[in-house]
């Protein structure tokens, strides 16, 4: 089944600077994956799961290679990379909360709650047409 998975985000800094991100799984298939490139003044943070694991990380001329983790499960075809990996981990934590009866990194809901309010503070704003500020 082939779905759009699609955002695009416009931030502004609070020294001026732009960011802009998009993501999208709704493209040629030739070009379709998860990939990512953060830019700034003196460089460039890329990712691309078609390079399996691998992040381009460049600093004005100075170019690194960084390899990630292993993964336990192999992802989908053009999922990000550890995507098949981050339910695994949820499910054990889930467990290990379980079982210990502990508190643990698992959301609360009130994490949820809150993650809410912000969207809505983020859909009434971009309606008033303000802009929003991040601290």
Known sequence: MQVD?????????????Y?????????????CGFYITITGRSGEIKFSSKNEGVVTVSNN???????LDDRIYIDPENEFYGWKDS??????????AIKNRKETAIS???????????????INSYQQK??????
Do not use: P, W
């Not at 339910?87 to 290990?96: G, P, R």
């Not at 303000?130 to 601290?135: D, G, T």
């Open 61 to 67: 001329d100075i170019q690194e290679i960084v390899q």
């Open 87 to 96: 339910f695994y981990y949820s499910h054990i934590k889930l467990l290990e």
């Open 5 to 17: 998975d699609h955002s695009e985000t416009f931030f502004m800094t609070s020294n001026g600077q």
């Open 19 to 31: 960011i802009h991100i998009e993501t999208s799984k709704a493209c040629d298939e030739d070009l």
């Open 108 to 122: 609360t809901f009130e994490d949820g709650l809150k993650a809410q309010e912000v969207l809505e503070h983020c």
């Open 130 to 135: 303000q802009y929003i500020e991040f601290r």
